[in-house]
């Protein structure tokens, strides 16, 4: 630990028979709890009760009464099917988790779900697990962020931040590869406070890990740059007591230890098989396992007063902890109070008052720009003022525009045991720029884990097409609600010559299908502009979606209001009265309906131009600004959007028409592209004057085609493209 407990309960002497009678309690309770539920998995919590009961009395700095306090130790439950382990440990030990919750593990309303719920207010449950191997890369997120706030905050007399990562990893976890992408980047950055238990019990849910997985993991990790250590006996406090104080004193690399266990240890008849894996050992079963164990076998939910109180002398301990940690913060207050106030306004989640001064802004007559530029020109622009904006890309930092100038790279400092200057760097663990190589489906893990830390604000960024890589991770996010920024570039077929395996396609109606998810794909750089805005203060997961191609400034002065924060808003309206069309698009579309609204007029038709950058945000407008937007009485309606139609036809209407490809894309210039499958200011005129029973002048304005030598509208919806 960071800072030596007293002794009594996380010192060196311990008695064994009391040891022995609080692993059996964590052992007996979580059985007895999934047998109860007739559901779950207790054959994790049984086999690593010794590991994770040392962990917890031994090294594990917490305070059951302030679960939030900053510089408390993290522990993830990376393999959260065994959810009943983490819940007897905080039931236990003090967290507001009354037996009542462990009672009605996996019932509906309870605190205790089959998995561990970060957005359930569980208290002591640090991130959502069970998707096997994002744990994994939540912990190497969260010792990021330690190390980065250590860095920026502490200073030679005052340490204001000094905390471990633990977690507890499974066979499955590491067969995962985000498990693996995660630890190759913790490697090379040497997070030595970063601490992982393997539960080494070679069970997974359908046998033996023989079956598919006899790697030698150790070497593989230590290939990686960890320290690992045996532990051959998973019941050996001792030894595991012994391990762990050796893998703190690896400060330049992270530690795996290696510990065998027997799932569903004391069972006479499920121990060492998958029987005991997934499923409750039975009534019969259970009642052998407390005799094996020296259990009452007439009760359930016992638990021995003295294993208890051993247990809850973590409340003393925590707030003892706590306390010194108190009195170092109060005179780094005195000795530092400009950093002290920077400190209380990061853990805080706050912004600076002052937080979107300065930021760019274009005019209609300016030049064209992608989104992806703009885009990367405002995140500089608030990284100078929000000091705590940390992030990267996945080796796409010259595509995505997302590098942080003059903001340094995040890597081991000179000065880490075993780095050489030359890996090294000036910045060291105080860079900003964390560089995540090829690695989407570990940086969306580690970016969650970076948020869920607390004191970051942290975002990602890679091609829209790669977020199926990440998709996982996102859905994680949005379930944890937290606040963390996803960016995407190269966003439509527009992306041209690198065709189909690189143009998205159902990307954004996938997306938009995630509970809690913000998507925004911005229309012009000005959007962008206010799409990087909301995306810095929304206290959930953003996902913001840019173009790769340069597109037009739009005129705006129309809309005096920030429409981008409503979702979707007036751009252009009908000239000469009331519309007779809604022409409806989100980003490079948005100006292809400015162009179709220009010639509708020359045409005689009332048309209003609807950008709706965010779903999701219109969503929560209340029903008159919707109305004013789109109101009922116009159903005449083209939607266009260089992705699949699916969803569009909420917007669409019962009389609309929708413009969107339902077919993958295909490599040419990417202004080809989008011509060659319809996405054109003339197939959008066209479109609205067949609605309104114009078919002789949709026909003359109509002339693009599409690859196939098909009308765009009728190769992307079978149904004429009517919803």
């Known amino acids: 630990m960071s800072e030596q407990p007293n002794e009594g309960y996380k010192g060196a002497t311990h008695d064994t028979a009391l040891d022995n009678l609080c692993i059996n309690t964590i052992r007996v309770l979580s059985m007895d709890a999934v047998q109860k539920a007739n559901s779950g998995h207790p054959g994790l919590p049984m086999g690593a009760a010794a590991m994770a009961y040392v962990l917890w009395t031994r090294f594990l700095k917490f305070n059951p009464h302030d679960p939030l306090w900053p510089d408390r130790d993290r522990f993830v439950l990376s393999a959260g099917h065994g959810s009943m382990l983490l819940y007897s440990l905080l039931h236990l030990t003090g967290y507001d988790l009354p037996l009542d919750e462990i009672k009605r593990f996996r019932q509906w309303g309870s605190r205790t779900p089959g998995h561990p719920e970060r957005s359930l207010h569980t208290p002591g449950v640090e991130v959502s697990t069970g998707p096997l191997g994002q744990g994994f890369g939540n912990g190497v997120g969260m010792a990021i962020a330690e190390a980065w706030l250590a860095g920026r905050f502490n200073r030679p007399d005052h340490k204001l931040v000094d905390h471990y990562t633990y977690a507890l990893v499974s066979d499955g976890d590491l067969m995962e590869g985000v498990a693996a992408e995660a630890a190759s980047l913790a490697g090379h950055l040497r997070l030595g406070k970063l601490i992982y238990l393997y539960d080494q019990n070679h069970i997974t849910l359908a046998g033996a890990t023989d079956l598919t997985f006899t790697e030698d993991v150790a070497r593989r990790f230590e290939a990686y740059g960890w320290h690992t250590r045996g532990v051959p006996d998973g019941n050996d406090t001792d030894d595991i007591d012994a391990a762990l104080r050796e893998a703190q004193a690896e400060t330049g690399r992270p530690s795996l230890l290696l510990v065998r266990t027997h799932i569903g240890y004391g069972s006479p008849k499920k121990q060492d098989t998958f029987h005991a894996h997934g499923a409750p050992l039975g009534e019969e079963e259970v009642a052998?396992?407390?005799?094996?164990?020296?259990?009452?076998?007439?009760?359930?939910?016992?638990?021995?007063?003295?294993?208890?109180?051993?247990?809850?002398?973590?409340?003393?301990?925590?707030?003892?902890?706590?306390?010194?940690?108190?009195?170092?913060?109060?005179?780094?207050?005195?000795?530092?109070?400009?950093?002290?106030?920077?400190?209380?306004?990061?853990?805080?989640?706050?912004?600076?008052?002052?937080?979107?001064?300065?930021?760019?802004?274009?005019?209609?007559?300016?030049?064209?720009?992608?989104?992806?530029?703009?885009?990367?020109?405002?995140?500089?622009?608030?990284?100078?003022?929000?000091?705590?904006?940390?992030?990267?890309?996945?080796?796409?930092?010259?595509?995505?525009?997302?590098?942080?100038?003059?903001?340094?790279?995040?890597?081991?400092?000179?000065?880490?045991?075993?780095?050489?200057?030359?890996?090294?760097?000036?910045?060291?663990?105080?860079?900003?720029?964390?560089?995540?190589?090829?690695?989407?489906?570990?940086?969306?893990?580690?970016?969650?884990?970076?948020?869920?830390?607390?004191?970051?604000?942290?975002?990602?960024?890679?091609?829209?097409?790669?977020?199926?890589?990440?998709?996982?991770?996102?859905?994680?996010?949005?379930?944890?609600?937290?606040?963390?920024?996803?960016?995407?570039?190269?966003?439509?077929?527009?992306?041209?010559?690198d065709g189909p395996t690189h143009e998205p396609i159902e990307h954004l109606a996938g997306l938009r299908a995630i509970p809690g998810l913000t998507v925004i794909r911005p229309a012009d750089a000005n959007e962008t502009a206010e799409a990087w805005m909301i995306a810095v203060q929304r206290s959930t997961p953003t996902l913001l979606v840019l173009s790769r191609q340069n597109l037009s400034i739009l005129d705006r002065s129309f809309s005096q209001e920030a429409g981008v924060a409503r979702g979707a808003y007036i751009l252009a309206e009908a000239a000469g009265g009331a519309p007779e069309v809604l022409l409806i698009g989100t980003g490079s579309e948005v100006d292809l309906c400015v162009k179709a609204q220009r010639r509708l007029k020359e045409l005689g038709v009332r048309a209003r131009v609807v950008s709706l950058p965010s779903w999701e945000l219109f969503a929560e407008q209340d029903n008159s600004y919707r109305e004013r937007v789109l109101p009922a009485a116009v159903q005449k309606r083209v939607t266009i959007e260089a992705a699949a139609s699916l969803g569009w036809e909420r917007f669409a209407g019962t009389e609309g028409t929708v413009i969107g490809i339902d077919h993958f894309g295909a490599s040419a210039p990417g202004e080809e592209v989008m011509k060659r499958f319809g996405f054109t200011a003339e197939r959008v005129t066209a479109a609205a004057l067949r609605l309104l029973g114009r078919e002789e002048e949709a026909a003359r304005e109509d002339t693009g085609i599409d690859g196939q030598g098909e009308t765009a509208v009728a190769a992307t919806a079978p149904s004429e493209g009517h919803s």
């Open 288 to 497: 052998a396992t407390k005799k094996a164990l020296g259990w009452p076998t007439t009760d359930t939910f016992f638990l021995p007063p003295e294993a208890v109180s051993h247990f809850r002398q973590a409340i003393n301990q925590g707030a003892t902890d706590q306390q010194a940690w108190q009195r170092r913060l109060d005179a780094y207050r005195s000795a530092y109070p400009a950093e002290a106030a920077e400190w209380d306004q990061v853990m805080g989640g706050r912004l600076p008052t002052d937080f979107a001064a300065g930021l760019p802004a274009w005019k209609p007559e300016d030049k064209p720009v992608s989104t992806r530029v703009a885009g990367g020109q405002v995140l500089n622009a608030l990284a100078q003022r929000i000091p705590n904006i940390i992030g990267g890309s996945a080796d796409l930092n010259p595509s995505t525009n997302t590098a942080l100038k003059e903001q340094g790279d995040f890597q081991p400092p000179d000065d880490t045991p075993g780095i050489s200057g030359a890996v090294g760097g000036k910045w060291g663990h105080t860079g900003r720029n964390l560089a995540f190589g090829v690695r989407e489906h570990g940086m969306g893990a580690i970016v969650n884990g970076m948020a869920a830390h607390g004191g970051i604000l942290p975002f990602s960024a890679t091609f829209f097409v790669f977020s199926d890589y990440m998709k996982p991770a996102i859905r994680l996010g949005a379930l944890m609600e937290l606040r963390v920024v996803y960016v995407f570039t190269h966003d439509s077929i527009a992306v041209g010559e």
